[in-house]
């Protein structure tokens, strides 16, 4: 029995969801860069579900559905003030709200198809209740209802702000959502997958999933590439700041990629999406810092920039604190979590591979006075 370090290049099992093949991503057989340019986040949200795109009627009464879902019970929204709210990184209180909304749904544990269904919206929906509240509960300012009549994408702003967004915003912030929403078994997915397949409910696979987004070498370097960059400053001071980190082997935030060796289809959407807004807020140098460390990357160890990378720069030039960036790639993917965790529940096996053992042999037992 032999391993492979961090499962790499394992097909650990099928899915319809959404696939990278040949460098393409595809969500259920729809290129990225088509949903990107076309696509509104609740229609990606439906695709990933309901395996096609929906007509017009079904686009609006599953629009309806998840307004009329995103109210958060009040139990949660208080204790998300009972939290020492400011040590708490918000993607830890999100964790912890989404495991307390399992608490206050009845049917939390049901487990047939509808009930799934119900919850799936739910949890689609009241994240970004979630999330804003805090951001704004930390900030000493109540929560904002959502709107119904507002777009996914512009009730996030409109709850995290106070006021609706501008057209370009939106629509910004709308493609970042779909980029953001599938992408086969990357370790988040894989988490909720595993969750689930022991036949836990969709809250528990939820609240995996989202501990497993929150690090580093996953979701969470989209608000260190900030970091990062709000460190070097400005573009000139960027290669020495990276050769020294590269010479001290220290990993460069937002590059590299387990799957993607020729790069991310969805880095040119949010490098673009990074120039455009630079140029409104005129705040240039985020963007022009990135593209200077993109080159020094790709000069110095041939790697190419992930999601992550130029999304930072996208979030920060609409007003987003830092910390809220990673909460937000969950408020999207958790569309992709639930897709995948109705496809395990559909045709599930319990997870279970096999570790290499490394461990000493034969071991003689010694009882506790004589160790
Ligand atoms: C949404 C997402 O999850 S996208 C990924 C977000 N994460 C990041 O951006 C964090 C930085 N990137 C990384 O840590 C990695 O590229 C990962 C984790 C994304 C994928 O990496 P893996 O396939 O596991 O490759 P691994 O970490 O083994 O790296 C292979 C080699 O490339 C190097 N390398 C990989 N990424 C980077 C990086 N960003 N900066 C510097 N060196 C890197 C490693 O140090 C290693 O070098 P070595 O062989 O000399 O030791
Ligand atoms: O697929 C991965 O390993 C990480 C990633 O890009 C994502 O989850 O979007």
């Not at 590059?255 to 990074?274: I, T």
Request: hydrophobic fraction near 40%; proline fraction near 4%.
């Amino acid at each position: 029995m032999s391993s492979t370090k961090g499962l790499e290049g394992v097909v650990a099992t099928t899915s319809s969801v959404s696939s990278i093949i040949d460098g393409v991503l595809t969500y259920h057989g729809y290129n990225i860069d088509d949903l990107a340019d076309n696509a509104s986040f609740e229609e990606v949200v439906y695709l990933l579900w309901n395996h096609k795109l929906p007509t017009k009627s079904e686009l609006d009464s599953f629009k309806k559905e998840l307004a009329k879902a995103a109210s958060v019970p009040s139990e949660v929204i208080d204790q998300l003030r009972s939290f020492p709210i400011d040590k708490v990184h918000p993607m830890a209180a999100l964790r912890t709200a989404v495991s307390n909304l399992g608490l206050f749904d009845e049917e939390a544990d049901e487990a047939d198809e509808e009930a799934n269904k119900r919850k799936a919206i739910k949890l689609q929906a009241q994240m970004p209740t979630i999330v804003t509240a805090f951001a704004r509960i930390r900030q000493g300012k109540d929560p904002i209802a959502p709107k119904e009549e507002l777009s996914f994408a512009a009730n996030f702003l409109y709850m995290l702000n106070g006021e609706e967004p501008d057209a370009i915003s939106e629509e910004a912030f709308n493609k970042a959502l779909v980029l953001h929403a599938d992408h086969e078994l990357n370790a988040s997915t894989f988490t909720a997958r595993v969750c689930v397949a022991t036949l836990s409910d969709m809250y528990s696979g939820v609240t995996a999933a989202i501990g497993a987004l929150k690090g580093p070498l996953h979701g969470g370097a989209n608000e260190r590439v900030m970091q990062m960059l709000a460190e070097i400053g400005e573009a000139d001071k960027a290669e020495a700041y990276i050769k020294d980190a590269l010479s001290r082997k220290v990993k460069i935030m937002g590059f590299g990629h387990r799957v993607y060796k020729d790069g991310d289809p969805r880095a040119k959407h949010l490098k673009e999406m990074s120039r455009q807004l630079t140029d409104i807020t005129g705040e240039t140098k985020w963007y022009e810092m990135s593209v200077k460390i993109d080159e020094i990357v790709v000069g110095e160890k041939g790697l190419l920039p992930n999601v992550d990378f130029y999304s930072a720069s996208v979030y920060h030039s609409l007003g987003i604190d830092h910390d809220l960036f990673t909460p937000i790639f969950a408020v999207s993917r958790v569309s992709g979590w639930i897709a995948h965790i109705l496809e395990q529940y559909e045709n599930n096996r319990l997870i279970r591979p096999r570790a290499e053992y490394t461990g000493p042999d034969k071991q003689e037992w010694i009882s506790i006075e004589d160790r």
